[in-house]
């Protein structure tokens, strides 16, 4: 028993280390990984040796190996993708996980992981304004926590036709017509893809990505039957919000579900400057976010929140001999995600929580706004850059031109190495997108990253 304990202790002093080097080499590393994956393959590619190694030194070999390959994701100058960092409290309430390696699928088998998960549950939907009897799960991130929600709404709707989906499969079931926007997010139709939905219709969206109300009432007018409608609380490339309250009213109105992909918009809602922008929320059936992303808890954690118990407990709970469910309480964690056995990532969303406390959470969350906003505003006077997007939350979307004009800057940014933006594809035209997502993101990394912009532009022929 020693032996091993020696073991562990050297192995996490090791890994203690070298995640104090990574953390403190984030400022002043370039945002890039210096070696593509078929580079690193070279070094890492070896037949498995016959020979056990000792855990520390695997350690060692691990970063010595991964060191050149790292992107710098969590540092304050990343603006790529939708990427949160890692709040202090939480990554190493996430070691501690790690450590006590339970498997967090019961309450009477794991009862301090489902404790801390209950409650971070708890905080999340007094946070968000959301029903204090929603369900919350814990999942891998926002396109499983659509699986979970949508997957509850199509239970909950085939019910109401008087079809039973655990009985009888979906097969031979009544038709359920699925809408969103025409700009939502791409995980939305790779889970009604894995539910056997197929692709939803979609409703014409503004110039901002938010669906037009006046077209949602027509598509649901043409239906009748079960109905799922999905709505987006931010948008990837525009950060905007569906009109809510209005949506939610008509697809009601229509006897839908409507399910919200808030993967990092959904924040919004715990800030008293930004939750109008979320009006009629809490009429919604089911929520999908983040905690990865602008909570800033490590990957990977997302959220399943679902009004109704029943249709989310048939359709992921279980009960089986060998278990120990929980059947007087509130209810076992997998009851509500689509694993039996994973790691208590609620864990860690507590950790975020207590450790920011509820003026933290608008601290941060308006924090970003106020970072992508300036963002918008310097590079918004730049000669050529168009802003192309409102700038109502956390991400910022622009044109330098045509779109080789915007393709070559974008390029000339990312080789610099003092920052790290995407480049895409929105509204028809290549776009640089900005999304300020790291808890750490101060002025000065926004000062650094607009003049790292403005050496790009400069690198331009006849700048
Ligand atoms: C609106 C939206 N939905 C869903 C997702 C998918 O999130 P995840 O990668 O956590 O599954 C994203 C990712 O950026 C997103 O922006």
Redesign the pocket.
């Known amino acids: 028993m020693s032996v091993q304990f020696e073991e562990y202790s050297e192995a996490l002093d090791r890994a203690h280390a070298h995640a104090v080097d990574w953390l403190k080499s984030l400022p002043n590393r370039p945002t890039g990984p210096r070696l593509s994956a078929d580079e690193l393959l070279a070094d890492f590619e070896t037949s498995l040796q016959s020979e056990s190694l000792d855990a520390a030194s695997v350690v060692d070999e691990l970063v010595r190996l991964s060191e050149p390959g790292l992107i710098a994701m969590p540092s304050g100058r990343f603006f790529g993708?939708?990427i949160g960092g890692t709040l202090p409290a939480s990554m190493a309430a996430d070691w501690l996980l790690s450590a006590w390696d339970q498997s967090a699928a019961m309450r009477r088998a794991t009862p301090a992981i489902a404790a801390a998960e209950q409650v971070a549950g708890e905080w999340i939907l007094d946070l968000l304004g959301l029903p204090s009897t929603a369900q919350v799960g814990f999942t891998?991130?926002?396109?499983?926590?659509?699986f979970v929600g949508l997957a509850a709404a199509r239970k909950h709707v085939l019910d109401k036709a008087g079809w039973d989906l655990t009985e009888r499969g979906l097969s031979g079931s009544p038709r359920i017509t699925v809408v969103g926007g025409a700009d939502r997010?791409a995980?939305?139709d790779l889970a009604l893809n894995y539910l056997g939905l197929g692709k939803p219709m979609a409703v014409e969206s503004d110039s901002q990505g938010r669906i037009k109300v006046d077209a949602l009432a027509r598509a649901l007018d043409a239906f009748s039957g079960p109905t799922i409608v999905c709505l987006?609380a931010?948008?990837?490339h525009s950060g905007a919000f569906d009109p809510i309250a209005e949506a939610v009213k008509i697809a009601h109105e229509h006897g839908a579900w409507v399910h919200v992909?808030?993967?990092?918009?959904l924040w919004a809602a715990a800030s008293p400057s930004l939750r109008d922008q979320l009006a009629g929320i809490e009429e919604c059936d089911s929520w999908?976010t983040?905690a990865?992303?602008t909570l800033n808890v490590p990957y990977?954690c997302?959220v399943a929140i679902v009004a109704h118990r029943d249709p989310v407990r048939s359709v992921f709970g279980v009960q089986t001999s060998y278990l120990l469910n929980d059947e007087d309480g509130p209810g076992d964690p997998l009851e509500r995600v689509p694993e039996f056995s994973r790691r208590g990532r609620g864990v860690p969303v507590w950790a975020a929580l207590r450790s920011l406390g509820r003026s933290g959470v608008i601290g941060l969350i308006d924090r970003l706004v106020s970072h992508a906003q300036t963002f918008a505003k310097e590079l918004g006077q730049f000669p050529g850059v168009e802003i192309l997007n409102d700038v109502v939350f956390t991400q910022v979307c622009m044109s330098f031109g045509s779109d080789e004009r915007t393709r070559r800057i974008t390029e000339r940014v990312l080789a610099d190495g003092t920052t790290w933006m995407s480049g895409s594809r929105w509204a028809g035209r290549d776009v640089l997108r900005i999304s300020v997502s790291n808890w750490s993101t101060d002025n000065e990394d926004v000062a650094q990253s607009v003049a790292a912009i403005r050496r790009a532009v400069a690198g331009e022929p006849g700048s």
């Open positions: 993708w939708v891998t991130g926002a396109t499983t926590s659509n997010h995980s939305v987006q931010g948008n990837l992909d808030g993967a990092f918009g999908t983040d990865h992303k990977d997302g």
